[in-house]
């Protein structure tokens, strides 16, 4: 279930999803640039580029295009624990300078069957001529769009899988 904090500046966003996979393929399809070029902030259709380190403090950058326009996702991994748990942050360079943080975690539920729970927590600056209100208001619709957006993001991961179970 997705929740948000009104208290501080951090949004966060929680959301677990169940895939009828191995922890293994899941882990992959978050570190390696195949899968990730086919579900992670662009398509096969859509990208231009992406080059992925997947290490410890590896980074990863998408040149993706819509529309003729470029849009460029970057970041590092933090943390790496194969088949388990991911840090990584997640920026947009000409948005903002700011990077957000994601965690995953995987747990095999059963065999064939894992569990991902995602964590996303990103800063929404506030601005001075917003009341506390509006404020609370634009956090609530970040919060809520990004969490919609990831859940999109979530169902093409679901067709990356199974696209490649089928092919195996």
Do not use: C
């Not at 997947?54 to 943390?79: H, L, W």
């Amino acid at each position: 279930m997705a929740r948000y904090n009104i208290e501080n500046e951090n949004v966060e966003i929680q959301l677990e999803r169940l895939f009828k996979v191995e922890p293994e393929l899941l882990y992959q399809a978050w570190t390696d640039q195949r899968f990730l070029k086919q579900w992670f902030m662009t398509s096969e259709r859509t990208n231009k580029t992406i080059q992925v380190d997947a290490n410890q403090n590896g980074t990863y950058k998408i040149v993706d295009v819509r529309k003729g326009k470029e849009n460029i996702v970057q970041g590092s991994f933090i943390t790496l624990t194969p088949y388990e748990y991911i840090v990584m942050t997640i920026g947009m360079p000409e948005l903002s300078d700011s990077e957000d943080t994601i965690e995953v975690e995987i747990f095999e539920r059963e065999p064939g069957i894992t569990q991902m729970v995602f964590t996303y927590n990103a800063v929404v600056p506030r601005e001075r001529r917003f009341t506390t209100l509006e404020y609370k208001q634009k956090k609530k619709e970040y919060h809520d769009s990004t969490a919609h957006g990831f859940e999109m993001l979530f169902d093409k991961l679901q067709i990356a899988l199974e696209d490649f179970e089928a092919e195996m």
